[in-house]
């Protein structure tokens, strides 16, 4: 009878710690939903895992598809994997909210070993709409919308592409690119480069713990920033630009008169200006280890300090800046 009891406390005790699925049909490679929808709404996307891709239709409709994959599974575990990955789906209004989740593998005395899966989120909204999307590992594209984007990803890239309405984007080791943008740009990455094209949008601002940052063609004022990478600005147009970089250099052109001031500072690279012969500035250009020179004629007053030049440009003007702590300077014209 002892025996007996105590296998039975065994056997309980194992199947406790068994794990427990929630039940759930659905172990399909591809799922698609549609959603009817009015112009101005809103998507929301939180993942836990996969890349997420928005694009535009024509049609008032969400069109959501999602496709999962274990490559070199077996179909068992195929299908074991496919079930935990829970994917959810909501609409209140004008608002449509997709979830994926995948279930923990690991319960008590037992872990079970499943394939990883490679999931994507491709979404079709209509033009003008807006789009909230994070995801934990995966890349996010977002491409030809009307409509405001706040992007976040742990650790995958972030691509943006004419988008008509004020981005914000935040990953923690990838790069973003943004081109095509007409609005309120804000960048930011904890490791990878930053790259903006044919920016026509009031203000522009990236930051980079660890890359470089491009920018080519911008009419809106700029504000960029590295901890440790290069800068290049080319084609710039805009009223004002910012750019600091703790460890590389700097290269600015300027396509256009600028109407604010400018500040280029770096610690420990050169510095390039390039600019029209008849751009009026007030110049201040300081290195504290490496040579100033000026294609351009400056006007100055008094001593000039070594390593440095100040005064005017073209009989002065908005401040144009010119730090480095121990590179060269070099003001370039057309």
Do not use: W
């Not at 399909?28 to 694009?55: N, Y």
């Not at 001593?303 to 121990?326: A, I, Y």
Request: some cysteine.
């Amino acid at each position: 009878m002892k025996i007996s009891l105590f296998k039975v406390v065994c056997l309980s005790g194992i199947l406790t710690a068994m794990p427990v699925f929630a039940a759930d049909t659905n172990a399909e490679k591809t799922i698609s939903k549609s959603f009817t929808v009015e112009l101005g709404g809103e998507l929301t996307v939180d993942a836990d895992q996969g890349d997420i891709e928005v694009l535009t239709g024509d049609k008032s409709t969400v069109e959501v598809v999602v496709e999962r994959e274990a490559k070199g599974a077996s179909e068992s575990k195929e299908t074991s994997a496919l079930k935990r990955h829970k994917v959810t789906f909501s609409q209140d209004g004008n608002k449509v909210r997709v979830e994926g989740v995948t279930a923990k593998s690991s319960h008590g005395l037992f872990s079970f070993s499943h394939p990883d899966l490679t999931v994507h989120f491709k979404i079709t909204v209509p033009r003008r709409f807006n789009a909230s999307l994070n995801t934990s590992g995966g890349n996010i594209h977002v491409t030809d919308l009307n409509g405001t984007v706040d992007a976040r990803s742990s650790g995958g890239d972030l691509v943006f592409a004419k988008i008509r309405g004020a981005v914000e984007g935040h990953t923690s080791g990838g790069e973003v690119k943004a081109s095509d943008c007409a609005d309120k740009l804000t960048l930011q990455s904890s490791g990878g480069n930053v790259v903006i094209k044919n920016y026509t949008g009031s203000s522009a601002q990236a930051d980079t713990s660890g890359g470089n940052i491009e920018v080519a063609g911008c009419t809106g004022a700029l504000v960029v920033k590295t901890s440790g990478g290069n800068i290049a600005i080319s084609a710039f147009s805009g009223a004002s630009a910012y750019a600091d970089t703790s460890g590389g250099s700097i290269s600015i052109e300027l396509d256009k008169q600028p109407t604010a001031d400018c500040y280029i500072h770096t610690s420990g690279g050169n510095i390039t200006a390039n600019m029209s012969a008849s751009t009026a500035l007030n110049l201040t250009a300081t290195t504290d280890g490496g040579s100033v020179s000026s294609a351009i004629p400056v006007t100055v007053e008094g001593k000039q300090k070594e390593g440095s030049l100040v005064g005017k440009m073209n009989g002065g003007g908005p401040k144009l800046s010119l730090l480095t702590s121990g590179g060269n300077i070099e003001v370039l014209k057309d």
